[in-house]
């Protein structure tokens, strides 16, 4: 065991675990912030998807001794009370059916939008292709990172 000095949300947190744990068992059982969900281990799926440095990022695939000294934000720290524009358009859109995939696809999202505001339909696709939804609303998906740019939307 080692002592980890972490940065999420806007907040220090010291830790004593395994450097080899994943940020995402240390975010969950350590922490107790439970909206970045497990989905394959292994960084395929995206549910695990949080910012690092304002980059998403696998936290299933991440070991904790590589994330001391970053910052980083997970659903929870994205707002407070569901105000960001992409969990917005989300709700708007009606996207979730299941909801398991979610948190990490709004956070993909998110990071998108932050580095390209008016994403091409390209970039969309590259980003959000990298993510499982299991209950295959693609479509929605799309519109709400529209809706969320300000160049759509489909309500």
């Given at each position: 065991?080692s002592?980890?000095?972490?940065f999420?949300?806007?907040?220090?947190?010291?830790?004593?675990?395994?450097?080899?744990?994943?940020l995402?068992?240390?975010?969950?059982?350590r922490?107790?912030?439970?909206?970045?969900?497990?989905?394959c281990g292994?960084?395929?799926?995206?549910?695990?998807t949080?910012h690092q440095?304002?980059?998403?990022?696998?936290?299933c695939?991440?070991?904790?001794?590589?994330?001391?000294g970053?910052?980083?934000?997970?659903i929870?720290?994205?707002?407070?009370?569901g105000?960001?524009r992409?969990?917005?358009?989300?709700i708007?859109?009606?996207?979730?059916q299941?909801?398991?995939?979610?948190?990490?696809?709004?956070m993909?999202?998110?990071?998108?939008?932050?580095?390209?505001?008016?994403?091409?339909?390209?970039?969309?696709?590259a980003?959000?292709?990298?993510?499982?939804c299991?209950?295959?609303?693609?479509?929605?998906?799309?519109?709400?990172?529209?809706?969320a740019a300000?160049?759509?939307g489909?309500r």
């Amino acid at each position: 065991m080692s002592r980890y000095n972490l940065f999420i949300n806007h907040r220090k947190y010291v830790v004593d675990v395994d450097g080899s744990m994943p940020l995402l068992w240390v975010l969950r059982d350590r922490l107790g912030l439970t909206g970045t969900k497990y989905g394959c281990g292994v960084g395929t799926c995206g549910a695990c998807t949080v910012h690092q440095d304002g980059v998403a990022v696998r936290s299933c695939t991440l070991a904790v001794a590589a994330a001391q000294g970053r910052q980083y934000t997970t659903i929870e720290g994205l707002s407070t009370d569901g105000s960001h524009r992409s969990q917005r358009a989300w709700i708007e859109e009606d996207v979730a059916q299941c909801g398991f995939c979610q948190p990490g696809m709004i956070m993909e999202a998110a990071a998108l939008l932050n580095a390209k505001p008016q994403p091409a339909q390209a970039d969309v696709e590259a980003a959000m292709g990298r993510h499982i939804c299991r209950c295959g609303t693609y479509t929605r998906i799309r519109a709400a990172i529209e809706r969320a740019a300000g160049t759509g939307g489909t309500r």
